[in-house]
């Protein structure tokens, strides 16, 4: 089975929840968190792969816009068309996407601001991380 976690960027809550599903862990350490891969990396519409679960399961991550109803009808109809055989479940995570993101991470582009907005970026997640650990724990029962 493939597990596609998307959002809008595709580069926040998407890669965060992958990881989480990738790894055993209740909380991501701060040092561990910036190196989650893809993460801050806005790149819409290209599906990037993160790794395999326990069970085999592949586990990707894409930035959709406004655009994922769309993507998901495209990628099973694809499917379909091909006869491939392999299941594919996406997962929304835009719920715990930032707020004016798009802006941070501009922001964050500035030498003198990147520590700031880093910090907060990290806060956020701490804020969610019992959320976000549920919702992906969630899923993974299901898979």
Do not use: W
Request: with cysteine.
């Amino acid at each position: 089975m493939k597990v596609v976690y998307y959002s809008y960027y595709g580069c926040y809550s998407s890669p965060i929840c992958a990881y989480l599903h990738l790894n055993d862990k209740s909380k991501i350490e701060k040092e561990e968190f910036f190196k989650i891969p893809f993460l801050f990396e806005i790149d819409y519409g290209q599906m990037r792969y993160i790794g395999k679960d326990s069970n085999k399961n592949e586990v990707f991550i894409i930035g959709m816009k406004n655009f994922s109803e769309n993507i998901k009808k495209t990628l099973y109809g694809l499917i379909e068309i091909f006869k491939i055989k392999e299941d594919i479940i996406f997962i929304d995570t835009s719920q715990y996407d930032v707020i004016f993101f798009k802006v941070l991470i501009s922001l964050r582009r500035k030498k003198i601001l990147t520590k700031i907005i880093d910090n907060f970026l990290y806060n956020y997640y701490l804020i969610k991380c019992n959320h976000i650990k549920r919702f992906v724990e969630s899923y993974k029962k299901m898979l």
